[in-house]
């Protein structure tokens, strides 16, 4: 037997796990494995540690499965709570802007009838109007500290989800 044989066997035989081989290259790979003690050996083993990488993937897999699985929903949830938080965020922050900007009108509009009203003087009007403009900040910036609860708390992004994962179904 040449060199070459040899070398042609290991490929076949290597080739033979992972892809389809031609019927006259696998009969030629069986004659040359019943002749030749090296080759089967080598063969033998590319098959035991095929069946070895077999079965550890298969025990493996439920466990790896199931923690992978885990991992990938647990990665999910806190994209969408983070989404969720930015939405909180958001929220907040508009409502902060249209009732500043409602309480600044109501003061632009009845500001100069209340200093009249109440005979204050009217040089207060002005600095009054960036009192307005403050307040409801102020106003939810306080409700937000006395609440014994963080406005942006866990439950209530977790409660957002919870809707918003309610929708899509
Ligand atoms: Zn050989």
Known sequence: ??????????????????EDIASP?????????AECPECADY????????????????????????????RVHERAAQLREHQARVVLIAVSFC??????????????????????????????????MFVAWLLPAVVIALAMLASSHPVLD????????GEREGDRQ
């Open 1 to 18: 037997m040449t060199n070459h044989e040899h070398e042609r066997a290991i490929d076949l035989v290597t080739r033979r796990g992972v």
């Open 154 to 161: 866990r439950s209530v992004t977790l409660a957002m989800l």
């Open 43 to 70: 063969a033998s083993l590319v098959q035991s540690a095929g069946q070895l990488l077999r079965s550890v993937a298969v025990t493996a897999s439920p466990a790896l499965l199931a923690s992978t699985q885990a």
């Open 95 to 128: 409502i902060g802007v249209l009732s500043s900007t409602i309480s600044a009108w109501l003061w632009w509009r009845f500001g100069g009838w209340v200093a009249e009203r109440f005979s204050l003087p009217t040089s207060i009007v002005e600095p009054g």
């Open 25 to 33: 290259d696998a009969a030629w790979l069986e004659s040359h494995l």
